[in-house]
């Protein structure tokens, strides 16, 4: 794509994100000229950046795929190249692929009050140029795409075996026949140890603490009863609207009733154990409450089928260091190992890294209030998406589109120049995320705080966002200028600290 100098909107990243929210633009607001900016060569975001072995979705495809387009795989719960290929086939159906412009990253994002728009830096192949929009979206999720977490082990240096971090997996790598230690207890490692085990490795998850762990069928049976009775949308409708409700009953069960849910979890696990398996009852459970971190979903059980197979085995201690030939435990015990990979999380980064100036101010992000779960306090013409921390991030994904669409044509259609949201009264602020995993928890002062009350509040609830999207009023706590006015954007006069 030829990138020109000016759009209507500009949307940073082309990953399920980007491309909901291009077929949102061109439905909602078809008169809009807009561009995607990728900062990679490819489609796809996080599909196309993991390539690690067995990478798939934590989310089943009917809630995580996009709403207009069909998920027609057998599986539910879906493996990385799948839906990598579902994405760039629905950017293709709909024409979205011919707006993006790849290796365009967006270094700055600069607004003028006095122009009514944005001027964004970006770094090309070409080298550094200029775009300007009237309207942005911030489409790049919170991953840092440059570099994951690992933490400072001591010792690394003395380690002869090869160190692998997830994100940047090495194609190369050949696990047959090696022992590999996998640190980590998250969705990452979840994958890795059963994947690792089909192709010959003989695994060890080193875990400093226990994970709550859920086996689901791999392919949903409803999905599979409705094929061939009703049209391929109509199917993937009630599939979707079925399994959201699931998922939200089981996390509001979780939450009300934490001790009897944590039972249930763990008693599950115990049953899948049963057989001699190479890892006890108390390596699946957690010493903190089922959601304050994700649960982890293992289709078909494949992690326990690699236990009870002895390809597999849990060891829940501390790393104390590397050694020459793997790592020593915090007990003292050495995981002697050929490969270790660090599946100890990734790194976050509110609104891709991009340095925000509003009317030559800077803007730092996490001391501000998000809108609706995707509007800044202060920030004209602008969103950020954002997605569910507890179901499927497209699903909030899509509502966020859709209401910032509905934005753009309210501010347009009543003649102004640029809005944004401004508290009515002061907040108290309060984390955006509710996760008390690590790679939350070291980002989440540079994330935009939720408050107390509607509209900043920052829901966990897909059926209430729904319900609050389709009757919001675009003009509660927001400030509009019309065109040549002498306005400058500016926040609320006080502001509560925050509140853990």
Request: charged share 20%; aromatic share 10%.
């Amino acid at each position: 794509m030829q990138l020109k100098d000016h759009y209507d909107v500009i949307v940073v990243g082309a990953g399920l994100s980007g491309i909901d929210a291009g077929y949102r633009l061109q439905t909602m607001c078809p008169d809009k000229d807009y561009a995607i900016l990728e900062s990679r060569a490819e489609i796809g975001g996080t599909w196309n950046l993991f390539t690690y072995p067995g990478v798939r979705s934590d989310s089943d495809m009917y809630t995580l795929g996009f709403p207009f387009e069909p998920w027609r795989g057998r599986k539910a719960i879906a493996d990385g190249e799948d839906i990598l290929q579902y994405v760039k086939d629905t950017a293709a159906k709909y024409g979205i692929d011919e707006r993006i412009a790849f290796e365009h990253k967006v270094i700055a994002a600069d607004w003028s009050s006095k122009d009514a728009q944005w001027t964004l830096q970006l770094q090309t192949p070409d080298g550094p140029r200029q775009v300007t929009t009237h309207y942005l979206y911030l489409c790049s999720g919170y991953y840092n795409y440059d570099h994951g977490y690992t933490p400072d082990f001591p010792g690394v240096a003395d380690f002869t075996g090869q160190l692998i971090h997830p994100q940047f997996w090495p194609q190369d790598f050949d696990p047959k026949g090696k022992r590999v230690v996998v640190i980590g207890s998250g969705a990452t490692a979840m994958t890795l140890v059963p994947a690792l085990a089909d192709r010959g490795a003989q695994v060890t998850m080193l875990q400093r603490s226990p994970t709550y762990v859920l086996s689901m069928p791999g392919s949903d049976p409803l999905a599979l009863a409705l094929r061939g009775k009703v049209s391929a949308q109509r199917a993937f409708d009630i599939v979707r609207m079925k399994n959201a409700v699931q998922t939200l009953g089981f996390y509001k069960f979780t939450r009300k009733a934490p001790n009897v849910a944590a039972k249930v979890i763990i008693k599950q696990a115990k049953a899948q154990l049963m057989g001699g398996a190479n890892a006890t009852e108390a390596d699946f459970t957690p010493r903190y409450k089922p959601w304050d971190q994700r649960v982890c979903i293992v289709p078909n059980g494949d992690l326990f089928r690699a236990l009870r197979a002895k390809k597999a085995s849990i060891v829940t201690d501390t790393v104390d260091s590397f050694v020459p030939e793997g790592v020593r435990t915090g007990s003292g015990k050495v995981l002697e190992a050929d490969a270790v990979v660090t599946a100890t999380g990734l790194s976050m980064l509110a609104g891709g890294g991009i340095t925000v100036t509003v009317d030559d101010h800077a803007v730092d992000l996490g001391d501000r209030h998000i809108y609706r779960g995707l509007m800044i306090e202060g920030l004209p013409n602008a969103a950020m998406c954002v997605g569910y921390t507890n179901a499927s991030w497209t699903l909030r994904a899509d509502l966020s589109s859709r209401y910032f669409c509905t934005f753009i044509n309210y501010v347009d259609g009543h003649g102004y120049a640029f809005g944004y949201p401004k508290p009515s009264q002061p907040l108290q602020s309060h984390p955006a995320l509710d996760l008390t995993s690590g790679y939350v928890q070291r980002a989440m002062a540079e994330f935009p705080k939720q408050g107390h009350i509607s509209p900043w509040l920052m829901r966990q609830s897909y059926f209430k966002d729904r319900a609050e999207f389709k009757k919001a009023d675009v003009t509660h706590d927001m400030v509009f200028a019309l065109p040549g006015e002498n306005h400058r954007p500016e926040r609320a006069a006080a502001q509560d600290p925050v509140l853990a």
